[in-house]
């Protein structure tokens, strides 16, 4: 399952048994900003982000919804679309990433 910041946001206030408003407070927004966050509405800035992780006492990148297991299939997919030709620097160009899509898409509609 994806976590995405807003989901992981909602757990870690439910879980402190705070309400919208309190997280509020924490970060200097209004409350409706922070509903917006939990919906996947909107991001908020990375100081916010940072602020957030240290109150809450987890790291940003788990807040953002990122583990360990996402980190090694990146590493995997990176791996592979170099030896497949697809990939040329350590990170992908939008033009290679979208190659790859096309290629992923390709190999669905010859499995159905």
């Not at 994806?2 to 997280?23: A, C, P, S, Y």
């Not at 592979?80 to 979208?98: H, P, Q, R, S, Y």
Request: charged share 30%; hydrophobic share 35%; with cysteine.
């Amino acid at each position: 399952m994806i976590h995405l910041f807003g989901d992981r946001l909602k757990e870690l206030r439910k879980n402190k048994n705070m309400t919208q408003e309190d997280v509020s407070s924490v970060c200097g927004v209004a409350k409706q900003t922070i509903s917006n966050w939990e919906s996947n509405i909107t991001q908020p800035p990375f100081e916010i982000v940072t602020k957030l992780a240290q109150y809450f006492n987890v790291t940003t990148d788990y807040l953002l919804g990122f583990n360990q297991d996402d980190l090694d299939k990146s590493k995997k997919l990176k791996t592979t679309l170099k030896e497949a030709g697809l990939m040329v620097g350590d990170d992908l160009t939008i033009e290679e990433f979208e190659k790859a899509l096309k290629i992923v898409e390709m190999l669905k509609d010859t499995n159905k």
